[in-house]
């Protein structure tokens, strides 16, 4: 699966302290093309010192996501996780249901939706 976008660490600041605005915008869209479909752009400006070791981050989270990502369907192929079994053998969703039913509400502690107890007043 391709991913739509590449990863730029804080530390790519530090590589680019001494080029200018327009260096920066070039080698930002040099490494955009690069990450989207391996497309090298040109570069003529200080930029062509910077790209390499970006360029070369960029193959490395690549290759991470690729395998990620093969992983994943190797789960997939299998079936995924197994479902957690609920204690004791009951439906989970029952359960709750039936618990919040019996009381009249969503929490023991009590809740405006509780139902009053015998001898009590409503209010």
Known sequence: ?????????????????????E????LFTALLEYSK??????????ERFVFPGIRSQIDRDKEQWKKTDEQQASYGRKGGRPRKKPPDGE????????????????????????????????G
């Open 23 to 26: 260096e920066r915008g070039r």
């Open 37 to 46: 479909d391996g497309t090298l752009i040109p570069l003529t400006g200080n």
């Open 91 to 122: 439906n989970e969703k029952a359960t709750l249901l039936n618990d919040t039913d019996k009381k009249g509400g969503f929490s023991e502690k009590g809740s405006l939706f509780q139902k009053p107890r015998e001898g009590e007043e409503e």
């Open 1 to 21: 699966m391709l991913r739509p976008y590449f990863c730029a660490y804080h530390s790519y600041l530090e590589n680019m302290e001494l080029l200018n605005s």
